[in-house]
């Protein structure tokens, strides 16, 4: 469907992987090798029907019991789903701190697994910005630049990936607004404190419109907010509009409808 395929977009890619499943009775040697790998796809299948269906809760039970998995495929999403259950309202403080930090280990074993995996890199520092809320500002801008690095390498690998894009638009929208005191602390951490302007962030945003149209209410709020740090009402109003007509799939969706500005 439609939404199930728009969902997938959002950082999903398919892969046969190469996770090994054994049953508690021993298997001979070939057989077991063509069972593995029908047995990651299998996982993997369902796990992105899971997480087209908005089924968080399912898609974590899913994937954390293969934790100890060497497979990056699995990881990156077990990352992703413990961070999308880390958001969900009904998550206790003490959950969503858990599953922040969690998220992080298993996007970075993901890395270590393969570090050609586009996704893993992506998760990787989406999840290092989320530990950052739990350590303090100095050390969410301290790890600012290696959260860009891992999205630009996240692009390198997978050109096309409209969310990674997106991501890169944020970090450079975050720093062209960040207030005088951030900026302090950046300029006791770097010798070259990182910045950015709001035509940086613009050209991002646009950039993954352009990867994939339409795909995500927040790119298109962005590029309304963005267009407004900048004076130009007219395309703001064009593309808050679209944000608040875009047709609600997620939590996060109804969020950005509703956003006042």
């Known amino acids: ?5 728009k ?12 996770f090994l ?3 508690a009775h021993k298997l001979v040697s070939g057989f077991a090798e063509v069972h593995a790998s029908f047995k990651v796809e299998d996982v993997i299948e369902q796990a992105d029907y899971l997480y087209g269906s908005g089924e968080t809760e399912k898609l974590y039970q899913l994937l954390v019991q293969h934790k100890n998995s060497d497979d990056a495929e699995l990881l990156w999403r077990l990352a992703r789903s413990s961070r999308d259950l880390a958001q969900l309202g009904s998550t206790s403080a003490e959950e969503k701190r858990q599953l922040t930090y969690d998220s992080l280990e298993y996007a970075k074993k993901a890395l270590e697994k393969n570090e050609s995996n586009f996704a893993a890199h992506k998760w990787y520092g989406i999840c290092l910005s989320d530990v950052g809320d739990y350590e303090g500002i100095k050390t969410k801008i301290g790890n600012a630049i290696i959260i860009k690095e891992h999205f630009q390498r996240a692009i390198e690998l997978n050109p096309k990936d409209a969310t990674t894009i997106h991501l890169i638009g944020i970090w450079c929208y975050s720093f062209a607004e960040m207030p005088w005191y951030q900026r302090k602390i950046a300029a006791t951490l770097f010798a070259t404190p ?10 991002y945003f646009h950039m993954a419109e352009e990867a994939d149209p339409n795909f ?4 298109l709020l962005f590029l309304g907010k963005t267009y407004l740090k900048l004076n130009n009402k007219k395309m703001a109003l ?3 509009s679209k944000a608040k ?11 950005v ?5």
């Open 1 to 5: 469907t439609q939404v199930l395929r």
């Open 7 to 18: 969902s997938l977009q959002r950082g999903v890619v398919l892969s046969t992987g190469s």
């Open 21 to 23: 499943v054994y049953e």
């Open 194 to 203: 990182p910045t950015s302007t709001f035509q940086e962030a613009l050209r």
């Open 216 to 219: 995500y209410s927040k790119n």
């Open 238 to 240: 064009l593309w808050l």
């Open 245 to 255: 007509e875009y047709p609600a799939q997620t939590e996060e969706d109804k969020q």
């Open 257 to 261: 409808g509703s956003e006042e500005l």
